[in-house]
């Protein structure tokens, strides 16, 4: 007999998979918006259970799916606002997020743009919507704002005798500090520059109507207050330069006054000698690489337009060595001495005897100084100056010094002097044979005297018979 309880068992579980699927399928819709403005925040992180889930879309939503079994832990964050967090009912379908602003901080510095120094007292607005502040900077040129994050505000800058400026600033997520340079609404520049190079020139005097007003910094400015709409006598003055004048009335659309100096000539004058320091006769005198002139009969060349600057000076004659000497001009004219060395020639000494036979390691000197020895052909090439006697002194072991003066003249592409030695007298074989011949003499008379005393014949005479 068939029986029902299996069918209704059946029924049974599977009304309770139902249930139980039922359970799983609970949606929880997230809307994150601002607590001020309730606008919806877009890009929003949000965090399930402390996991990264999802950021909220172009509506500011995120859709979390879950069993619906336990509570979640809900917690979102977003730069310029404070992190939110709460445990939600399992069983909770729509859920609002207001997330609050940070409290943040907004500082302003303000300088002259001029002097770079601090601006106190100037007026600082700060809006956004509906809201404004206004502070004062203090003597530092500083004003701090207590503002709120992810807000866009509007500043606006006034200050006594400077121009007005205005901005934006967008606080973000972190505390924020400015600078602004403001424009003095009565200051004027100088600039003055070199009216040959276009390079701006430090230290230049700037009076206005005989005043002195200040000198330009090292950029070749002075920024000085004026009052505009007045006529003035622009002097400006700088050593070396010729003093710049004019008469101008500054205007209330001029920002800006360009002057070019010119330099001053100082002038120098060109001594030339030669190594004896006798002065030197036409002699040609170049500046920079361009002739200048000749000296005259003092060895002096003026050179009365040269400026302030470095110079190079070149020196020329026949004859001698050209020489370059780089000055230094400013100031006043100054005396520079060039002194030019000969130019020397090429000349090759050849030492012989008597028989033309040449004679090496024969020491040789030019003017006391030793020049050095001949090689094995009796030669030794050296220099001297062109257009001077020079004394040349030869030695050799057993030949008489021998001294010979030279000059070479200018144009000589070679020259060749020939020294001959001749042989030294063996005074000590001469006085050796001398005393053997006084010795044979001296013998020889010994035996005469000698042989005289024990060698003579007694003859009988007849008479001795």
Not at 191 to 205: F, L, M, Q, R, Y
Not at 244 to 254: H, L, P, Q, V, Y
Request: charged content about 20%.
């Amino acid at each position: 007999m068939y029986s029902p309880r299996p069918r209704f068992l059946f029924a049974l579980l599977l009304i309770l998979l139902l249930c139980s699927s039922a359970q799983a399928t609970t949606n929880l819709q997230i809307t994150v918006q601002d607590s001020i403005d309730n606008t919806t925040i877009s890009q929003a992180n949000v965090f399930v259970n402390s996991a990264n889930y999802a950021r909220t879309n172009s509506f500011g939503q995120v859709y979390l799916t879950h069993p619906g079994l336990n509570d979640q832990e809900i917690r979102v964050t977003m730069n310029g606002y404070n992190d939110w967090s709460q445990t939600v009912n399992k069983s909770t379908t729509d859920l609002v997020v207001n997330l609050s602003r940070k409290t943040l901080t907004f500082t302003v510095d303000l300088f002259d743009s001029d002097t770079l120094g601090p601006i106190s007292g100037a007026s600082v607005n700060l809006s956004a919507g509906n809201t404004s502040q206004m502070k004062q900077t203090d003597s530092s040129g500083s004003a701090t704002f207590a503002v709120t994050g992810a807000t866009l505000y509007s500043v606006d800058i006034s200050a006594s005798n400077y121009e007005t400026r205005s901005g934006t600033i967008d606080m973000g997520s972190e505390n924020q500090k400015v600078q602004y340079k403001l424009l003095s609404g009565n200051s004027f520049s100088f600039i003055v520059t070199d009216k040959d190079s276009g390079k701006t020139i430090p230290g230049a005097e700037v009076r206005l109507n005989a005043m002195l007003d200040g000198k330009t910094d090292e950029r070749g400015i002075l920024i000085t207050p004026v009052t505009r709409g007045k006529s003035y006598v622009i002097e400006i003055k700088k050593d070396g330069y010729q003093t710049f004048t004019e008469s101008r009335t500054i205007s209330t659309s001029d920002a800006v006054y360009y002057a070019s100096l010119s330099k001053a000539p100082v002038g120098a004058f060109v001594y030339i000698t030669d190594e004896s320091r006798k002065p030197l006769i036409g002699a040609d005198v170049y500046v920079n690489g361009t002739l200048s002139g000749t000296s005259n009969d003092y060895g002096r060349m003026n050179l009365p337009d040269l400026v302030t600057g470095d110079y190079l000076i070149e020196v020329r004659k026949t004859g001698y060595t050209p020489q370059s000497r780089a000055v230094s001009i400013s100031g006043k004219s100054q005396d520079y001495t060039v002194v030019l060395p000969y130019e020397n020639a090429a000349l090759t000494i050849f030492v012989q005897d008597r028989d033309k036979k040449v004679l090496p390691n024969a020491s040789i000197a030019v003017d006391g100084t030793t020049a050095g020895v001949t090689d094995d052909n009796g030669q030794l090439l050296t220099y001297i100056p062109f257009n001077s006697d020079v004394n040349i002194s030869v030695t050799k072991d057993g030949y008489a010094p021998q001294a010979v003066k030279k000059q070479v003249l200018s144009g000589n592409a070679t020259a060749v002097v020939t020294v001959v030695l001749e042989k030294n007298i063996d005074w000590g074989l001469i006085s050796m044979i001398a005393l053997g011949a006084i010795g044979i003499l001296v013998l020889f008379a010994v035996i005469r005297i000698l042989g005289g005393k024990g060698g003579r014949r007694h003859v009988t005479r007849r008479n001795e018979i």
